[in-house]
C-alpha cells in the first residue's frame, strides 16, 4: 500500500501510516504535478490546501482513500469520489476543544475590547477610559449549530455562567436541555443573544445563513463570531454592519477566501481577526493527525473506519459488533446475482434481531456491493453502490424487523413480482457467515470458497450422475446438501469444490435428465482467524 502526503502532518499521524504503507511526502505539489503521480497511490492524505477535484480523480485510478487532516472536507469534490469509489474520511473531533477554546477566546477578547487595549498601550497610549468592556456572566450565548465544537462551546459558556441559547434543526430539545442549553428558531436567537458563534458546516444551505436580513435582527450591542467556516456569514454584508455600527463588533478566525484579501474588513476597529488558528494547538494537531492516519489505514486494510465521510457512519461501539455480518451481507449479494444471473428492478432486503439495534444502512452498501461488483464493469464498494444501484435502475427498499427468530440475527434479499422465489438469506454462526436459505428453500452452508448449486427435479440418480461428471474432471467436491419442496417436486443440490470448475462444464451438466438450471458460484475464501 502507497499512501501520498501532501502537505504538513504532524509527526504522530506520520508515524502511524508509516507503520502499515509506504508512504511519501510531497509537500508543496503544484495540481499538474499531483495529478501525474497521484495513480501511483492507493491513499492520499491533505489538509485544506490541496484540491482534490474532479481533474485530479479522474488521474487518480488506483486511489481508494482520502484522508483530511481536519474536520472539513470543502477541498474534496465527495460527490466525484464517491462515484469512483473512493471512500473519504476526515478528524472531525480532533480539534474541537482546540476551536472551541478559541471561541470563548474571542468571546472574552470581545467583551472586554482586548485588542484594541494591547494595541493602544503598544502605540504608547494609556487609554482606559475609552476601553471599558461588559461582563459576559449573565449575558446570553447564541450558539449556531450544537455539533461536537458547538456542544464544547456551549459547556464552556456554562462554566462562565452565561445564558446559553442554541439554534440546531436536527438536536432534539431533550438532549437540549441535558446539555442546559435553551433551544430557539433562529430569528429569535438574533434577537436575543448578545454574542452569536456559527459552529455549522458550510454547505449549500449553510452558504450565506447569516446575511443581511439576519444581521439586521442583531441588538446593536452584539458581537459575533466565526470560528467554523468562511462563508456561512455573509462577509459583504458583516461589513456593511460593522462600518454603519449596526452591531458592536465581531471576531473572526475564517474567511471565505483564505489567506483573506479583504484588508478593509479585517482592519476595522471593531473587528478582531486571526489567520484560520482556532485548531492550531499542539495538542490538536496531534490529535487530527493520529485521527485521519487511523482512517486512512483502516479503509486501506478493510475496516470501516471511525470518521467516513461518504459511507454510512457506523459508531465505533457498532462496528466490531457489525463487521461479520457486512462481510455476510456482502457474500449474500455476490452469491445471488450469480445464482439469479439478473437482478430485476427492485431489491427487497429485511433485517432481523439483534442486527436491528444498529444502523443497517452499512449492510445495505455492503450487500449491494456484493450484487453490483460482478456484473458492472466499473469498481463497486459500500461506498458507491448504492449510487451504482441507481444507475442499474434498481430500487433499493429495506425493512427492520427488530424481532428474533431462529437466529440471532438475520439478513435477507429478495427480487419480488416474478411470481416465484427469488431471495437468499443468512446469518452468521460461530464467526461464519452461512447461507441458511435461497429461494425460499433452507440451506446451512458455509459462504466462501468454490460451489456448484443446481435446481432439479427431485429424482433418483442425480447425484450420482453429477459426482461421476466432476470427478471425471478432476473436481473434488468437499460437502454435498440438497433441499427439497417435496418429495418428487423441485430441489436444490449444493455441492462444495476444492477447486473452481470450468464453465465449460455447464452444457454437460444441463444434459443430465432433470436438471433445470446450475450455475459455478465463486466466493471470496474467509478471512485468516
Known sequence: MRVLVT??????????????????????????????????????????????????????????????????????????ATERGIMVVNAPTGNSNAVAEHTITMVLALARHLYPAVASLKQGRWAKRTLQGIEV???ALGIIGLGHVGSMVAEKAKGLEMEVLGFDPYLSPTKAASMGVMLCELEELLRRADFVSVHTPLTAQTHGLINAARLALLKPTAYVINCARGGIIDEAALKEALQTHRIAGAALDVFESEPTVDADLVGLPNVIATPHVGASTEEA????????????????EGRIPASPVNVPYVAPQAAEFLRPYIDLASRLGTLFVQWRGELGDRLELSYEGEICDYDVRILTAAFLAGLLAPISAEAVNVVNARKMAERFGLVVSETSLGRRGRFDSLIAGSLPGSGEAMDIAGT?????????????????????????????????????????????????ISFAQLSREKRGGMSLMALGLDEDAPRSIVPAILSIPNIKRVRIISLPPLAQR
Open 7 to 80: 502537505e504538513t502532518l504532524a509527526t504522530v499521524g506520520l508515524t502511524h501510516l508509516q507503520q502499515h504503507a509506504e508512504v511519501d511526502v510531497r509537500i508543496g505539489l503544484e495540481h499538474d504535478e499531483l495529478c501525474a503521480i497521484i495513480n501511483n497511490y492507493d491513499g492520499l492524505v491533505v489538509r485544506s490546501a490541496t484540491s482534490v477535484n474532479e481533474a485530479l480523480l479522474c488521474s487518480a485510478t488506483a486511489l481508494r482513500v482520502i484522508g483530511r487532516a481536519g474536520t472539513g472536507v470543502d477541498n474534496i469534490d465527495v460527490e466525484a
Open 137 to 139: 456572566k449573565g449575558r
Open 285 to 300: 494537531q496531534d490529535q487530527v493527525a493520529l485521527d485521519v492516519a487511523r482512517g486512512v489505514i483502516d479503509a486501506l
Open 428 to 476: 452468521v454462526a460461530q464467526g461464519v457467515p452461512h447461507i441458511v436459505s435461497l429461494d425460499s428453500q433452507p440451506l446451512s452452508i458455509e459462504a466462501h470458497g468454490h460451489m456448484l448449486i443446481d435446481l432439479h427435479v427431485d429424482q433418483p440418480g442425480i447425484v450420482g450422475a453429477m459426482g461421476q461428471l466432476l470427478g471425471s474432471q478432476g473436481i473434488n
